[in-house]
């Protein structure tokens, strides 16, 4: 309510200085300084009041670094920012406020009206979801999504010859239902480029971009650039944002993977409709520690009855090593796996998948 208060006030006040000229286009005449300080204020205190939302949604990553006011700053956040430091609380924390500040500047060389365009010559859409059903219909075991990975904040660089398009082709001759590309340049040494590159390529398997969203301007861009999945993290977008950019991923055809790390978070996503894909990290992407037995834990009990009344596919995500680690998860109620290290780092990549399933699943 809030929110929209100010928000409504912040448009206000630039729509006060539009006026209609004769032939009824609008001109914008420049602000003065009291009224541009007024919009800044208005424009931070949204900034804030949209952490506090999610806050009361268990939403620990902000978005930016908590900035002091603008100057002349009086009102309900003047106390509270005392004790609030602005470096980063963890690693995921540190990335979203570095895409958030990517994003804005490449919104600016690319807005959003020209990636609309864009979108005319975008390759088509393949079904995401689709392929990881078939798959796992197929060979009986989890559908794979293949992680073209080239390094990690938690262990480096994972691969030194690293060459995308390579590897894309040996996970789709060793079985695997679809691919996920990093996309993120500073932390995981991925690239839109990479995405681009395996998707020219003729790479049939449906394509996940695999970055951290903050702004619906990147679902745009990842279409643009041939993907055919997005991730949403649910420990960074509050649920008014998973509601909203779900809606754009189906306008886009896109599917969303909606990704959870714990109970309330799982207990958040279920609560909002239309979800068809939600993948469960056992990364606990704070602290970079890994435990397989995340996955069973939410899917126990109530929620996994629930995820089957919705026929929601899960996807369980990282530290999957073995053919005892896919049978564990795979007993836990997953019908799709997200894995990176473990084949990526094999010589042939191909080969790397056998080992993951004790089996040849190309056939
Ligand atoms: O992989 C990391 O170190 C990491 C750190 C911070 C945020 C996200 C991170 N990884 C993203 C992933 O979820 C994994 O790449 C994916 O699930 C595959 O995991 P793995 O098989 O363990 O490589």
């Known amino acids: 309510m809030e929110v929209q208060?100010?928000?409504?006030?912040?448009v206000a006040c630039v729509r006060a200085q539009q006026s209609e000229s004769k032939d009824g286009s609008a001109t914008v005449s420049p602000?003065?300084?009291?009224q541009e300080n007024a919009l800044k204020i208005k424009e931070w205190e949204v900034g804030r009041f949209q952490d506090e939302i999610a806050a009361t949604q268990g939403i620990r990553i902000r978005r930016r670094p908590p900035t002091g006011p603008p100057l002349h700053y009086v009102g309900p956040f003047e106390f509270r920012l005392q004790n609030e430091g602005n470096t980063p609380r963890n690693i995921l924390e540190e990335i979203v406020w570095n895409k958030d500040k990517e994003v804005s500047q490449l919104k600016e060389r690319k807005p959003l009206g020209m990636l609309k365009k864009a979108l005319e010559n975008a390759p088509p859409n393949r079904d995401f979801i689709a392929a990881l059903r078939a798959s796992n219909l197929r060979t009986g075991f989890p559908g794979l999504i293949a992680e073209v990975k080239k390094a990690s904040p938690s262990r480096g660089i994972l691969r030194e010859d690293f060459d995308p398009v390579e590897i894309a082709r040996a996970y789709e001759k060793g079985g695997a239902a679809c691919l996920s590309v990093l996309t993120d340049e500073k932390y995981f040494k991925g690239s839109f480029e990479n995405?681009?590159?395996i998707r020219n390529a003729g790479v049939k398997c449906p394509l996940l971009c695999k970055e951290f969203v903050v702004d619906a301007w990147?679902?745009?861009y990842a279409r643009t650039k041939g993907a055919d999945a997005i991730l949403l993290i649910a420990a960074v977008l509050p649920d008014l944002d998973i509601r909203y950019m779900t809606k754009i991923c189906k306008m886009l055809g896109l599917a969303a993977l909606v990704e959870v790390h714990d109970e309330r978070e799982m207990d958040r996503v279920l609560g909002i409709e239309g979800i068809e894909l939600i993948g469960i990290n056992n990364r606990n992407l704070a602290t970079f520690e890994v435990d397989i037995s995340n996955?069973?834990?939410l899917l126990e009990g109530e929620r996994g009855e629930i995820i089957r009344q919705?026929?929601?596919?899960v996807v369980g995500e990282s530290g999957?090593?073995?053919?005892a680690d896919v049978a564990y998860?795979?007993?836990a109620g997953v019908k799709a796996i997200l894995v990176g290290e473990s084949i990526v780092k094999q010589k042939d990549p191909r080969s790397g998948i056998t080992g993951l399933f004790g089996k040849d699943i190309s056939v």
């Open 295 to 297: 996955t069973k834990k």
């Open 5 to 10: 208060k100010s928000k409504k006030l912040s």
């Open 31 to 34: 602000l003065s300084d009291s």
């Open 218 to 220: 990147q679902i745009y």
């Open 195 to 197: 995405l681009e590159l």
């Open 329 to 331: 998860v795979q007993e």
């Open 320 to 323: 999957l090593f073995t053919p």
């Open 310 to 313: 919705k026929d929601i596919i």
